[in-house]
């Protein structure tokens, strides 16, 4: 049985979790909501926030009452058409212009890059090999956009380097990876901040 509970436990990352049990506790403690809950009740609670909390935000929300409903083995209140015409209809009223970032420009990342060298050159054995560590997974994380996740899964042993030719790197694990089998990407040798 300790296996199957291990097994269980590792089909969802500890910030889903956290992020879970956050939103059961706003739909409890702070809405007032009561749990098992009803469809009703989570439209309007849904409703009740469609002026303070962005459509994803409310998504999210709904994420965590149906895991709890699922867990503790009662009917999903947030998969009711009604509930589910109440979200579209906030997305539809309240709409928000999604916020992206601006990638970093070359000359910014070779500033960057440029910093690691004073500590290759003139720190600590410990500060040089954290500087060439650092140094090769920012630019690694530029040059194949990889995610914080993917960059801090990444094994020596799942990269292969061709020198002058560039590298195959394999991924165990990352977001757009639903079918969890990894995923390999090629890094050509570059000229510079390579």
């Known amino acids: 049985m300790a296996d199957v509970e291990k097994y269980v436990r590792a089909a969802t990352r ?5 992020s879970y049990r956050a939103a059961v506790e706003h739909f409890e403690v702070q809405w007032g909501g009561f749990l098992p809950a009803t469809a009703d ?17 409310l998504r999210q929300r709904l994420a965590g009452l149906a895991a709890w409903h ?6 999903d209140p947030t998969k009711a058409p009604h509930v589910k015409k109440v979200l579209k209809g906030i997305a539809e ?7 992206h970032a601006k990638p970093i420009q070359l000359d910014q990342l070779t500033l960057l890059i440029n910093s690691f060298d004073r500590f290759i050159k003139n720190g600590s054995a410990k500060e040089a090999l954290q500087s060439i560590r650092d140094k090769a997974l920012l630019l ?21 380097a061709d020198s002058g030719k560039g590298m195959e790197i394999f991924v165990p694990r990352s977001k757009g990876d639903h079918s969890r089998l990894g995923r390999r990407y090629k890094a050509p040798a570059l000229q510079q901040l390579c």
Request: proline share 4%; hydrophobic share 45%; with cysteine.
């Open 93 to 99: 009223l309240h709409p928000v212009v999604q916020k």
């Open 14 to 18: 500890d910030n889903t979790r956290l």
């Open 140 to 160: 690694i994380g530029f040059w194949r956009a990889f995610r914080s996740d993917e960059l801090a899964r990444l094994c020596v042993e799942h990269i292969q």
């Open 41 to 57: 009740s989570v439209a309007i609670y849904l409703a009740d926030y469609a002026n303070s909390l962005s459509v994803n935000t």
């Open 70 to 75: 699922l867990d503790q083995g009662f009917p």
